[in-house]
């Protein structure tokens, strides 16, 4: 998949493995800090997805917040922000939906085929809805990504779709934030569910980087070939550079 977006999943999880707490409000697993790191990946992506039932529970945004990195997207004729993508089979999603509404860059929903018409009603134009397979399949939506000239692509959650994204060997890195709190509840939603992961203990997956940033720690890993090369072409192409810091 020479071709398709350099695919990084960004998310936080507590000392035990969980994105969230099980009812609302949401839990602030990041700091101020690990929150502006995360904005300056957001703002070197060309897409940010999620999957719909995090935009039902959590109605993220998904916009770069510091007006400086916007103005350097500005500046290379890119939008303000990256595009948003998701995926549903259902179609239940709310048209005004801050993942709809906040902005007017590009959104693209992805669904399985037979389901577009219905969805493109519901959405009522405020996404662009694009049918694939029976199923979605996470290399096919990289695929027509790729097509549509998106060359990286941040995946933030939630659990099924990472899940999806890992489980499938699509993904180039992967960052993890480590809160120091523990959610302590199985009904709240993990990192990842139950699947077939290609790290193992006969293929462990390789830390490049760790470090802190205030009271989490920072974890990168580099799940496919294509890191180092995602690295340092970050600032080519439609995308800004993320500098690699490394102990």
């Keep these: 998949m020479a071709d398709s977006p350099y695919v990084t999943i960004s998310c936080a999880v507590s000392l035990d493995g969980y994105l969230d707490t099980a009812r609302p409000p949401r839990l602030a697993l990041s700091n101020p800090a690990d929150f502006d790191r995360v904005d ?85 134009g405020t996404a662009t809805v694009v049918q694939l397979g029976d199923d979605v399949r996470m290399a096919d939506l990289l695929s027509d990504l790729g097509d549509r000239g998106v060359r990286r692509l941040m995946v933030e959650g939630g659990g099924t779709t990472l899940t999806q994204f890992l489980a499938d060997d699509i993904v180039d890195e992967l960052q993890l934030a480590v809160a120091p709190l523990f959610v302590g509840d199985r009904r709240a939603p993990r990192f990842v569910g139950d699947a077939l992961f290609p790290w193992t203990g006969e293929r462990r997956a390789t830390l490049a980087e760790a470090r802190t940033i205030g009271d989490v720690v920072l974890l990168r890993y580099a799940l496919s070939g294509r890191f180092a090369e995602g690295v340092g072409a970050a600032g080519t192409g439609m995308a800004a550079s993320v500098a690699a810091r490394r102990l």
């Excluded at 948003?84 to 709809?100: E, H, Q, Y």
């Design 40 to 124: 300056e990946v957001r703002a070197a992506s060309d897409a940010i997805m999620v999957g719909a039932r995090t935009i039902r529970l959590d109605n993220p945004r998904l916009l770069v917040h510091s007006k400086e990195r916007q103005g350097r997207r500005a500046e290379t004729g890119r939008g303000r922000s990256p595009w948003k993508v998701t995926v549903t089979a259902s179609g239940d999603l709310d048209p005004r939906s801050a993942f709809f509404a906040e902005d007017d860059t590009e959104k693209l929903v992805y669904c399985p085929r037979g389901a577009e018409r219905r969805i493109r009603r519901r959405l009522g």
